[in-house]
C-alpha cells in the first residue's frame, strides 16, 4: 500500500486543478473561445429593435424577399428561412423576442455578388483574408473591413484566368438581428461556398446580433468556403467572416469563423496546394 502525506495530497490536487483549467482553455465548441478583445462602435439607429407590428412564426421552409422586417415577435420554430436572389442583405428586427429554435436554420448563405477583380485563384477575403491560390505569389494582400453596421456581404473567390468560363465560390451575406432579448437554439448559416474547377472559395459573411440578452446554445457559422482542386495548382480557402454583437453571449453555443481549406493539387510536378483561408473575427460592441 502506498502511503500519501498531506504535501503530496496538495501537490496532486494542484496538479488535478492545473489539467482541469487547460482543458477548458482548450475545448473548442464553447462560443467564449472565438470572441476577439478588440471592440467596435455601435450606433443609436443600429440598436434600434423597430416599430413592432404582428407575431410571426415558421414552421416550415420557406424563401422571403430580401429587405428589412419589423414585427413584434419573430420564431423560426422548424424548417429553413432563405432569401430569393444573390445578394442577401437582411435585416430582422423585432420589440419583444427573437428565437431560431433547435431544428431550425436562418440561412443567408450564397449572398454576395461582390465579385473579385483579379484572377489567381486565391480565397475570397473578409473578416480575415483568404489564401493564396498560387503559391509563387507569396501571402494575399488584406484590408481590414469596417467593423461597423454597414451593409457589407462576404468576398467571392478568385479565378485562375481573367475570362474563365467559371465562377469563383461565393461569398455569404449580410444579417442584422435586432430585439430585447435573442435566442438562438438552431443555425445561422453565413458560410462561403466552396470553389469549383480552377476557382477559390467564397469567404463568410457578416451577422450582427444586437439586444439587452444573447442567448447562443446553437451555431452561429460564417466560415470561408474551399479552395477548388485542380492538376495545375489548388485554389485558395475563403476567409472566414465577421460576428459583430452588442454584448457577450450567454450559452454553450458554437460560433465557428474558420477559413476555409485551401484546395489540393492532383498533380504535384506541375504546382502546390491552396492556402487555407484565415480565421474571420467576433467582436463585442463598446
Known sequence: MVNFRSKDLVYLLYILVFAVALGLAFKGDNSD????????????????????????????????????????????????????????????????????KKDAILDITDGSTNKPSAADGRGGSFGGPGGVGDCRQGEVQFQEPAYDVSRVTGGSGFLRAPNSEYVGGEG??????????????????????????????????????????????????????????????????????????????????LIDVAGGKGGAVTDLYSGCNGGMGSSGKVLIAS
Not at 33 to 53: E, T
Not at 59 to 73: A, P
Not at 199 to 210: E, M
Request: charged share 25%; glycine share 18%; proline share 2%.
Open 33 to 100: 473561445d472565438n470572441i476577439d478583445s478588440s471592440q467596435f462602435s455601435l450606433d443609436p439607429v443600429a440598436h434600434s429593435y423597430g416599430s413592432g407590428g404582428r407575431d410571426v412564426v415558421i414552421k416550415e421552409d420557406e424563401v422571403w424577399k430580401v429587405g428589412s422586417y419589423e414585427f413584434n415577435s419573430f420564431e423560426i420554430s422548424k424548417g429553413t428561412l432563405d432569401f430569393e436572389g444573390n445578394e442577401k442583405q437582411i435585416e430582422i428586427r423585432a420589440t419583444s423576442r427573437i428565437i431560431i
Open 172 to 253: 455569404a451575406g449580410y444579417l442584422l438581428l435586432a430585439a430585447p432579448e435573442i435566442i438562438i437554439k438552431g443555425k445561422i448559416r453565413a458560410i462561403g461556398t466552396d470553389g469549383v474547377y480552377s476557382v477559390g472559395g467564397g469567404s463568410g459573411g457578416k451577422v450582427i446580433i444586437i439586444s439587452d440578452r444573447i442567448i447562443n446554445n446553437g451555431h452561429i457559422l460564417v466560415s470561408g468556403g474551399a479552395g477548388a482542386k485542380d492538376e495545375i495548382q489548388g485554389y485558395g480557402g475563403g476567409g472566414g467572416g465577421l460576428v459583430l454583437v452588442s454584448r457577450k453571449p450567454e450559452g454553450d453555443g
